[in-house]
């Protein structure tokens, strides 16, 4: 992989940048969208790349267990497997089980977990993370790490970066393919300390790209922006930088002035299937019985096919009417939303207006946010009928802190 920086912003840290893959490039500020088992839900390959995106990132652990990597290689790789002949992305997996299995074993030799599909007994080393990324053939692949638990102390935070440490160089030595861009992922806590031994350590066994992890795991919004601000001036500005799980509109802004080229988050697509929409003037809950009879689209500016064609009273009644149509069209719009911001937030940096940009988007949504929370009926978005292979309690935790690839 080759990382080409087109041009800086004058006024902070933001770069427009290219990304040069086997497959293809993509343009950063990048958002990807998560198809965690090789699918973003409700969408086809052709809808995605129609709007605009380049790369899309698949999870390494629900791949391995269901159809298993071996079968993905066998049928041609992960690319030909769901026809996305572009720039892919595979999450390690170390997060999926963190969060999905409460019977976890980790040792300085790796994880020992219980499938949640079926409670078999699995151990993935950072040897066999590598194993599986290569056999799915993703352009780019991430070391296995583990995922800090938030709140930790000093102590439990440091012994946790040293396993993810000792993962981070074993993956780099059992690397082979080099056709795949290798990326390590920095941990620490919300240390600064740590952050910086993390970044420190892995600039000298180096990598291809550099992720932060750990974040978005429920710490506050200043805290989150505090541990960014201090460690990605600390990264080597040549490769690129990626931002794990953080994925509202302002909270991408202020990454991105930070000097973050890549974001990944699933909540533009599950919000979809909760019912909440983004637009540029915030966040609107289609159930709400104020868009009863408003026959106005989601967001006048937005040029989307859903936008194009439908109104708020009818998509309210597929929502509240559980048809599957609502999921696909809530879906479509929020993907439009996101890619078409991160387009837009290109096209200020190249042009050096990023920041009046941040400035009118700010002041839209967070006027638009006020707006929809005085609504009397305005309430947590809950799932009106579960997809294949989701529970409600699952899907509903838009309310919670997002957490990647869930």
């Known amino acids: 992989m080759k990382f080409e920086i087109l041009k800086k912003d004058r006024n902070s840290r933001a770069r427009l940048g290219k990304c040069y893959t086997p497959h293809g490039v993509f343009h950063t500020p990048a958002f990807i969208p998560v198809g965690t088992q090789a699918t973003v839900k409700a969408m086809t390959p052709e809808e995605l790349r129609a709007m605009g995106a380049e790369i899309i990132l698949s999870n390494t652990y629900h791949l391995y267990l269901r159809p298993g990597h071996e079968r993905i290689r066998r049928l041609g790789g992960l690319h030909r497997f769901m026809h996305w002949n572009y720039p892919l992305l595979t999450d390690s997996g170390g997060f999926q089980v963190y969060s999905l299995n409460s019977l976890v074993k980790v040792s300085k030799e790796g994880i020992y977990f219980q499938s949640h599909i079926d409670g078999s007994r699995h151990f993935i080393s950072p040897e066999k993370c590598v194993e599986i990324q290569e056999a799915l053939g993703a352009d780019i692949i991430m070391c296995l790490d583990e995922c800090t638990a938030y709140p930790a102390s000093h102590e439990e935070a440091g012994h946790s970066l040293e396993i993810t440490l000792n993962w981070s160089r074993r993956c780099k030595e059992s690397h082979r393919d080099q056709g ?13 300390d740590l952050r910086k031994r993390s970044v420190e350590a892995l600039t000298e066994i180096g ?17 989150l922006f505090q541990v960014v601000a201090e460690t990605a001036p600390l990264l080597p500005p040549q490769h690129p930088c990626y931002l794990m799980g953080v994925g509202m509109p302002e909270d991408i802004l202020e990454a991105i002035q930070q000097g973050i080229d890549m974001f990944d988050c699933v909540l533009p697509t599950r919000n979809a299937r909760n019912g909440m929409l ?6 609107m809950v289609i159930k709400n019985a104020s868009y009863g009879e408003d026959p106005l689209p989601i967001d006048l500016s937005c040029s989307c096919y859903v936008c194009r064609h439908y109104s708020r009273a009818y998509l309210r009644h597929l929502y509240l009417s559980e048809e599957i149509l609502a999921l696909r069209l809530n879906t479509i719009h929020n993907l439009h939303f996101y890619l078409t911001l991160m387009e837009d937030i290109r096209q200020a940096i190249s042009a050096d207006c990023l920041d009046r940009f941040m400035q009118d988007f700010k002041l839209k949504w967070e006027a638009g946010e006020e707006e929809e929370g005085s609504q009397k009926e305005l309430s947590t978005p809950t799932l009106a009928f579960p997809l294949e292979g989701e529970s409600k309690e699952r899907v509903n935790q838009c309310a919670k802190p997002i957490r990647r690839g869930i």
């Open 207 to 223: 990598f291809d790209g550099y992720a932060l992890g750990g974040l978005s795991v429920g710490e506050s919004k200043e805290t």
């Open 180 to 192: 795949q861009a290798l990326f390590g992922i920095v941990q620490g806590g919300m240390y600064a």
């Open 278 to 283: 983004f637009t540029r003037c915030g966040r």
